[in-house]
T-cell receptor, first 115, second 114 residues
Framework: DAGVIQSPRHEVTEMGQEVTLRCKPI?????LFWYRQTMMRGLELLIY????????DSGMPEDRFSAKMPNASFSTLKIQPSEPRDSAVYFC?????????????FGPGTRLTVL | AQSVTQLGSHVSVSEGALVLLRCNYS??????LFWYVQYPNQGLQLLLK??????LVKGINGFEAEFKKSETSFHLTKPSAHMSDAAEYFC????????????FGRGTSLIVHP
């Protein structure tokens, strides 16, 4: 299996622009997670899906952030409009779901820089 | 509620020396515990996990961790550090019987000197 795939790997944009991050989870995994990693705040869970349905989006920082999972093999995280403080590494992860002992499989991340 | 504390944001060791990364957890129910490693410019990958079987858990790359309920700890060790072990290490806890979403610690950066 190719693992969790994220694109783009790097994104540089200007403040106010829309940014879309993409994720393809591992085939057969039922749960998908979006994380943000910064030096200041560490690894933060933004939102997670189970069977394509958003379960908990309490970690989404504000309305500028939105996430969708139209099918089992694709998810997007959108920031509109972007701000410099959104600069971070965004990770997507997936797992089998439904069990507390199921480890998460992380993608390589998207490094976002908002100028 | 579950939480994780990793003592020391940075740990520095010499090549060949013992590696000890500390993790203490808080959980209202028997926990499931994980250690992940993150190499530069990569995502996190699982090192090992405790799922209420043996208290001493062996993982990849010679790492192991011991679950100590009385101390609410799950420290990660390796007898002899290699240069290739330099990375960020994250401890995570997930509570059984409820939400299966893990809580991650802030991470410990392992620095290995030649």
């Amino acid at each position: 299996d190719a693992g969790v795939i994220q694109s783009p790997r790097h994104e540089v944009t200007e403040m106010g622009q829309e940014v879309t991050l993409r994720c393809k989870p591992i085939s057969g995994h039922n749960s998908l997670f979006w994380y943000r990693q910064t030096m200041m705040r560490g690894l933060e869970l933004l939102i997670y899906f189970n069977n394509n349905v958003p379960i908990d989006d309490s970690g989404m920082p504000e309305d500028r952030f939105s996430a969708k999972m139209p099918n089992a093999s694709f998810s997007t995280l959108k920031i509109q409009p972007s701000e410099p403080r959104d600069s971070a590494v965004y990770f997507c992860a997936s797992n089998l779901g439904g069990g507390t002992y199921n480890e998460q499989f992380f993608g390589p991340g998207t490094r976002l820089t908002v100028l | 509620a579950q939480s994780v504390t990793q003592l020391g944001s940075h740990v520095s060791v010499s090549e060949g020396a013992l590696v000890l990364l500390r993790c203490n957890y808080s959980s209202s129910v028997p926990p499931y515990l994980f250690w992940y490693v993150q190499y530069p410019n990569q995502g996190l990958q699982l090192l090992l996990k405790y799922t209420s079987a043996a208290t001493l858990v062996k993982g990849i790359n010679g790492f192991e961790a011991e679950f100590k309920k009385s101390e609410t700890s799950f420290h990660l060790t390796k007898p002899s550090a290699h240069m290739s072990d330099a990375a960020e290490y994250f401890c995570a806890v997930s509570e059984g019987g409820g939400s299966y979403i893990p809580t991650f610690g802030r991470g410990t950066s392992l620095i290995v000197h030649p």
